[in-house]
């Protein structure tokens, strides 16, 4: 739209959502669910996500993309698209934040802006400390010229894979002992027990010192094929590795289970899309939604994404109680607490009796937690879809249509996901590992 000399421009709907003052219903605000609810805010003027993607995507200083590697000079790209305001009238604050267990180590510093015409191009250089690459991510934050932030990004400089090495610890002081049951194989790990299914891998049930872990039935691979062959069991060194094996007609999907000696325990599942498009792609795993407290992750947030929507948020560590809230109903509850949230890193998962944590070195990974509940239109236009099961981690996610628009007609990230490999080769299936530790405290 922006570059399009034929583009007409654009309005937004609604500012807040419209609701009538119900004095039969002890004085609350009726929005008919989602008919009356096409604003940006709530009824209470409460922020919903498309609030912060909104300031994002119309942001009138415009960041471009960057990618911060270990050779980051402190430069990035502005453009201003301020029609009438030189950039120099604003104010570029810069904080790079260290996540800890217990606490976020922060250091803060200003910017000069330069000097940039309306409609021109230029960049904006940060001095940072020497150490800056000993932090986790990178916040810029953009300051208007009368003294109200414009928008804030976030760049991650720790991959998922440096946070992991932080985080598991393999060693222990005993091997994991394995028990061989009739249809299972039992595993019993410092502080935990696991049954992995012999037919396919799938895991099966999990037990720790508070009792069971509501936590169990997979990885199941959607949208693809569950083919996991039979599996095989050795030590390497002190680690149990529980495995499948591959083949390229019939078990070209594989996992592998290795057991550390500490109690985390790594997962690798390589596998295909299970057809050329594909709504989403990943894995899912059981959990009653009646268990679930709360979720403290690592990854942009605090609100829910779609493969279509995902401007807005900021990358950090998150606590979501659990809520049952719909966009744009009562009681305006945000953020979300079900959906999919990006760029996962891990999480810990507080049940109503204990919890569990998830890490992953696997980078752009999704986390989907549970299901909204279903909506449709007349048009049958607004129709997301989730995968099976309840918590899954996800390579690609699904799209959202509007109540004018299917998700297909949206552009291009509406539509599906493409990858497909007809010859089935090894080396080109999407690869993904997550660590769990059963018996960790948060």
Not at 115 to 127: A, C, T, Y
Not at 320 to 329: A, M
Request: proline content about 6%; glycine content about 10%.
């Amino acid at each position: 739209m922006w570059r399009d000399p034929l583009s007409a421009g654009g309005f937004l709907w609604d500012f807040a959502d419209n609701a009538v003052l119900r004095r039969d219903l002890r004085d609350s605000l009726d929005t008919d669910k989602h008919r009356g609810a096409d604003g940006i805010l709530g009824p209470h003027l409460e922020k919903e996500g498309s609030f912060f993607a909104i300031r994002e995507i119309w942001s009138p200083v415009f960041i471009e993309r960057r990618e911060i590697a270990r050779g980051f000079d402190g430069s990035f790209m502005l453009e201003n698209r301020y029609h009438f305001t030189n950039i120099n009238t604003c104010r570029f604050k810069w904080t790079l934040k260290r996540f800890g267990l217990k606490d976020t180590q922060t250091k803060e510093g200003q910017a000069d802006p330069p000097s940039i015409m309306p409609g021109q191009r230029g960049k904006l250089n940060i001095s940072l400390p020497d150490d800056w690459d000993t932090y986790d991510v990178l916040d810029l934050t953009v300051i208007g010229p009368d003294g109200k932030e414009v928008m804030t990004r976030s760049h991650p400089i720790s991959t998922p894979a440096e946070i992991a090495s932080r985080k598991i610890v393999r060693t222990g002081s005993a091997p994991a002992r394995l028990e061989d049951r009739d249809s299972v194989i039992r595993v019993h790990v410092t502080g935990s027990i696991i049954d992995i299914r012999k037919r396919d891998g799938i895991l099966m049930k999990v037990i720790n010192t508070k009792g069971d872990v509501p936590f169990a039935d997979g990885p199941v691979i959607q949208q693809g094929a569950n083919n996991f062959s039979p599996v095989t069991h050795r030590y390497e060194g002190d680690d149990l590795v529980i495995e499948t094996a591959f083949d390229r007609k019939s078990h070209y999907n594989t996992l592998r289970w290795t057991i550390h000696p500490s109690g985390w325990i790594r997962l690798q599942v390589d596998y295909f899309p299970g057809a050329y498009f594909t709504d989403f792609i990943g894995v899912n795993f059981s959990m009653p939604e009646s268990e679930i407290g709360s979720v403290t992750y690592m990854g942009d947030g605090p609100y829910r994404v779609w493969k279509n929507r995902m401007k807005g948020n900021r990358f950090g560590v998150w606590t979501k109680e659990y809520n049952t809230t719909e966009t744009g109903e009562f009681p305006w509850k945000y953020p979300e607490f079900k959906g999919y949230h990006s760029r996962f890193y891990g999480g810990y998962f507080q049940t109503r009796t204990q919890g569990f944590t998830v890490v992953t070195e696997t980078e752009d990974l999704f986390l989907r937690l549970f299901t909204p509940a279903w909506k449709t239109d007349a048009w049958h236009n607004y129709e997301p879809i989730f995968p099976t099961g309840d918590i899954s981690f996800m390579h690609g996610i699904s799209s959202i249509g509007s109540k004018t628009q299917r998700n297909v007609t949206t552009g291009p990230m509406g539509g599906q996901h493409i990858l497909y490999d007809y010859e089935k080769e090894p080396s080109r299936r999407l690869n993904m590992v997550l660590y769990f530790n059963f018996n960790a405290p948060r």
